[in-house]
Structures are given as C-alpha cells and as structure tokens.
C-alpha cells in the first residue's frame, strides 16, 4: 500500500454522511471498540482527521504530536459543522502527491509520508464501519480506500512485533467473505458485531 495514492475524498465523504446520520440520542450507544462511545468514535475522527491532514500538508505541531491515547475523545457542541469540515481539509491534504513523499509524523510518531497516508486511509474505512455498526447505518467504504486499507491491514497482521495498541488480535474470517469483512478482521473486531 505504501507506494500507492489513495483519494481519500470518497471516503471522507461516506464518513460525513455517516456523521450527519447519528442522532443526539445515539452519543451515548456502544460501539464495536471498547470503551468508546459513539460520541468518543465522533471525537476520535476529528482528532485523527486533524491530525493527519497537518501529517499530509507537513504542519508538524501539536495535532501531529499528540498520541491518540493521550486522552478518551468527546465531541464539543460545534461537531456536527466542525467534522465534514475537518475531514474535507483532511482529504484536500492528501490530494498533493507531495503529502505521500518524504517524512511527517502522527500520534508522535515519525512516519514515511505514504505511512502515514496509509494509516488516515486506514483510519477512516474501519472507523467509518465502527460508526456504521453503532449506530444501525448502510456502509459500503469506497472501493479504492477499502482495497488500500485491507493491504495496508494484511501487511500490519504480518509484522511480528504487532502493535497491539492499535489493532486488537485478528479475528478469523473466512477467506472467501466480502473484503470489508476481511479487512474489519484484520483490525481486530468481529465483522458481526451488533450493539
């Protein structure tokens, strides 16, 4: 995956329309990640939507630096305007080959641009079926971002020193389901979980 460039604008969009979808009451439901609420996924993705597209345009600061697991992340009032925002600057960002060159860094961690392009890719299909699961929506990911993430998720599954701080164990599926399915495996949930 790390020589290829992904357009991560149809992805952005299915993750803001999936956004636009939650309904007030649903901040509070479970979702397929532990300990992480539907309005801490609604957080989660607009810090990483930040964080990588400042990783893309090389504006390393606080965005960059900042380790996901820092602190459980929560909406504030303004969410519903300031996440399709977020995530159309992210997708912007990515559109310069110049982001997937070079060195950058997320999560305070160095990372090859096209790393890093990988991971936000990474990021928005398997989160976006975290939100999708939730909260009982349709999700189809794009079919160029659901290809580089199951790639970049299958090379990760390989690495022998893991890391398990971002991905769970995998869990089993069969060879022959639907990619999505695969790549959800892959990252360490089961592709049929409901709440």
């Known amino acids: 995956m790390t020589d290829t ?24 439901d ?42 459980v992340p929560d909406i504030g009032p303004g969410w519903r305007e300031e996440l399709p925002k977020v995530l159309d ?18 999560g305070g961690v160095p ?4 790393v890093a392009g990988a991971v936000a890719v990474d990021e928005l299909v398997i989160h976006g079926w975290d939100l999708a699961r939730a909260t009982g929506q349709d999700y189809e990911p794009d079919p160029a971002a659901l290809e580089a993430a199951h790639g970049f998720l299958l090379a990760a599954a390989d690495e022998p020193n893991r890391p398990q701080g971002l991905f769970g164990p995998v869990v089993p599926v069969p060879a022959d389901a639907p990619l999505l399915d695969r790549a959800v495996g892959l990252s360490g949930r089961d592709p049929g979980w409901r709440p």
């Open 111 to 114: 990372l090859p641009g096209a």
């Open 5 to 28: 460039i992904v357009d991560l604008g149809p992805q952005t969009l299915i993750v803001a329309r999936l956004a636009a979808g939650v309904r007030d009451g649903q901040l509070t």
């Open 30 to 71: 479970v979702t397929p990640c532990p300990g992480c609420a539907v309005r801490n996924m609604l957080g989660h993705l607009l810090g990483l939507a930040a964080a990588f597209r400042d990783a893309g345009r090389k504006d390393l600061g606080v965005t960059t630096d900042t380790s996901p697991n820092a602190a």
């Open 89 to 106: 600057e992210l997708a912007e960002a990515w559109r310069d080959p110049a982001a997937w060159t070079g060195e950058t860094r997320a």
